[in-house]
């Protein structure tokens, strides 16, 4: 793990970056220095107002890299200009961490479209006495929905999202009912019940940041305002959630209600649903704040929808599939959040995805802004690239990433990569924000 350089040095190592006589590309070899004779000025050809300024720019980039260390790469492509203004060892496949992200919510974005929902359903088996009573069980049928839980958690969580309160009104607005005469059932059948991930042996752990399950209240949080232990099961805990609600609502239920969890029986009728917010919203509350609860659960959904099973690995069997049909990518994926050590994705990988998304808003809209939003709120305040970059952060134990698009002072927009391995995140920030920064201040 590299050690941040002293402040002395890492001032020498830019002012090289500056004077054109010292610097070198990162292979060795030297960059001309300007001519300092008049003869040897009358033999030389003026550059370019641009080409001096992408050689300017590659100097700069080319010192942050060295301070990076030789286990990283980044790539740089103007989309407006289609010109390559930096590449490093861009071509070798790095630990994307938080980056796979990218890969998840692009699939999502693509497969499902921006304005589609995941439904939380309520369905029963018997019928509607006149009375309003419901004779016969009703199914709460999870639809892989990440926000569904309390209006309390969702509005401090999220500002908004799918809650059991909404979802009780509905059904209460579409049959009349006013008591139940029958068991209240939690059906997690959308989803496999795997709990955690590869990168946690599939385990529950809090590095998901959250319960994985196609029936998820509150992400499957204990006690969701004073805690984060996880509830021992997913579906049983909100059927009981269903119960408690119901009844808060004036829907009377037997003094001793039979709750617990199976899958829906065939020819369930549906009663009501609640709606996630759109995909387009899903998935900014997945990058902007790089959340690993929301990415594992939308690859799920991937499966289940496309991959023939809810699981991970159908899910990125689906990922996959998408990204190479659509772009001609191959990585390496294992997981939706990107905490696992065997992915592997490359800086050119990651800018190819960037371009052939570049004009999608909803996936634009997804990245935290520099000094203003999500991962990157408190990264390059009060610089050019405040405002003008957005990002994708990705953060393991000696990794750290950035990825995304910088509006530069001429107008273009750049899109970016910088895949740094071997390195502690907390000195691999810095570079990275002077990189994001020497994109936003160039005019090429």
Known sequence: MRKPLA???????LLAATTPAAATTRAG??????ATTPAAAARTPRPTRAGAAQTLLQRRLDVQMGLAG???????LDLTTRQVLFADAASVPRLPASIEKLYTTSTALLRFGPNARLATTVLGVGGLGADGTWNGNLYLRGGGDPTFGSAAYDRRAYGGGATMQALVATLRHATGITAVNGAIVGDESFLDSVRGTPATHDLADTEVEGQLSGLVYDRGLADP??????????????????????????????SRPRIYAAATPPGALALGSVRSPRIATLIRWTNAPSDNFFAETLLKDLGARYGGAGSTAAGVAVVKAQVAAGFGLHPALNDGSGLSYADHTSPLQVVTLLDKLSQDPAFVDSLAVAGQSGTLQDEMKGTVAQGRCRGKTGTLRAVSNLAGYCRSANGDTL???????GIDPYYAHPIQDTMAEELAAYDG
């Open 7 to 13: 402040a002395a040095a890492l001032a020498a190592a």
């Open 29 to 34: 070899a030297a960059i001309p220095a300007a």
């Open 70 to 76: 030789r286990a990283s790469g980044a790539y740089v």
């Open 225 to 254: 305002m004073n805690g984060s232990a996880y509830q021992a099961r997913p579906a049983l805990f909100a059927a009981r959630a269903f119960a408690a609600a119901l009844k808060a609502a004036g829907v009377a239920l037997p």
């Open 415 to 421: 899109a970016y990569a910088f895949l740094m391995n």
